[in-house]
């Protein structure tokens, strides 16, 4: 299981901080997804080694249009581990599953934010995970945080009924707002999931880890195609 984070100066916490709490946790990975205009520096490879844990490298594109977050896709797409867009416009989240380059559209249902059989559709066809940040249930409260779960349960049954990809994060912005996944599955109770459905969702972030490094791989021509070299 992988968690998905945001560092300094995106976060309160350095990389290796996040990496010995998640390890700790018994988490097997970390996504550090700072937004592209905060990112982090760290060694992921450094990191890993220290605190015995797959540190990878990913960003969350903030833009406030398509053409915008397009632009930031492909400046990140051949250097970075995932990609995720932040949603939260009907706009923004149409492009995000529409787009093939895109690993996971995050809070869908933030500010005007919708997501319907339409986009479940698009999100199957191009491949692209639904996140549910279990972040507002866990540090939001009163009408808030019942919007947050009202929010949350929609999209949970249009995501089920659907069979859309999804993945399932706290979005901690501190290793002490991280959750090891016993906690998350409680927390997911909440809002109708069942744990081996929370269990998917953060397992989900590891399996995109390992097919997108196997297409930055040498031996990668394209989908279904593998290069073999010649002895």
């Known amino acids: 299981m992988y968690e998905a984070v ?8 350095t990389v290796a901080r996040y990496a ?6 018994g988490f097997e990975g970390l996504v550090v ?27 969350e594109i903030r833009a406030d249009d398509p053409s915008t977050a397009s632009g930031y896709i492909g400046s990140h797409r051949e250097d970075t581990t995932l990609v995720v867009v932040h949603g939260g416009t009907p706009t923004l989240n149409r492009f995000a599953v529409e787009q093939s380059a895109v690993d996971v559209l995050a809070h869908p249902m933030a500010g005007d934010g919708d997501f319907n059989h339409v986009l479940a559709q698009e999100a199957i066809d191009h491949g692209v995970r639904v996140e549910f940040t279990l972040r507002g249930i866990l540090r939001d409260a009163g009408g808030t945080r019942v919007q947050t779960l009202s929010d949350l349960r929609k999209l949970r049954e249009i ?21 090891a996944p016993r906690e998350l599955q ?17 397992t989900e972030w590891g399996r995109l880890v390992e097919r997108n490094r196997h297409r930055q791989s040498d031996s990668f021509v394209q989908r279904g195609v593998r290069r073999v070299d010649d002895e």
């Open 6 to 13: 945001h560092a300094h100066p995106d976060g309160d916490s």
């Open 20 to 25: 010995l709490t998640a390890s700790e946790y």
């Open 33 to 59: 997804r700072n937004h592209g205009s905060e990112p982090a520096s760290y060694d992921p490879d450094a990191v890993a080694d220290q605190y015995d844990i797959d540190v990878v490298t990913g960003v």
């Open 159 to 179: 995501v089920e009924y659907y069979d859309v990809p999804y993945v399932v994060s706290a979005d901690a912005r501190s290793h002490l707002q991280l959750r």
């Open 186 to 202: 409680a927390v997911g109770d909440t809002v109708g999931f069942t744990p081996e459905q929370i269990r998917e969702g953060l």
